[in-house]
């Protein structure tokens, strides 16, 4: 078994976090959108060890929340697969390298 500590980021009225992992294969992956600085990020599900990272450019448009309760999902199409998660206003894909 393994942990991997999360920084506590701030959260739009404080309602804290709430989205749900998703296991793609050798991955378990993650989205935290939070109003400093929201990312997706991958990480190995025998070690724990994060395999990768992207910032997300979601929200915070006219006062728009980027904070965001997401769940990720995988999309298989064409022989391939991505992880598809929704912010404010829009669908974004991650290929499953990041």
């Known amino acids: 078994m393994w942990s991997t500590?999360?920084?506590a980021l701030p959260i739009y009225l404080d309602f804290g976090t709430g989205s749900s992992p998703?296991?793609?294969g050798r991955l378990l992956v993650i989205v935290n959108d939070n109003e400093k600085q929201p990312f997706i990020a991958a990480y190995d599900t025998k070690?724990?060890?994060e395999a990768w990272r992207r910032n997300r450019d979601v929200g915070g448009n006219k006062g728009q929340p980027r904070s965001a309760?997401?769940?990720?999902?995988?999309?298989?199409h064409g022989g391939r697969?991505?992880?598809?998660?929704?912010?404010?206003?829009?669908?974004i894909g991650y290929d499953l390298c990041g």
């Open 5 to 7: 500590p999360q920084e």
């Open 69 to 76: 309760w997401v769940t990720p999902y995988v999309w298989r």
């Open 22 to 24: 998703v296991l793609a």
């Open 47 to 49: 070690t724990g060890k």
């Open 81 to 91: 697969a991505e992880i598809v998660t929704i912010g404010p206003g829009l669908a």
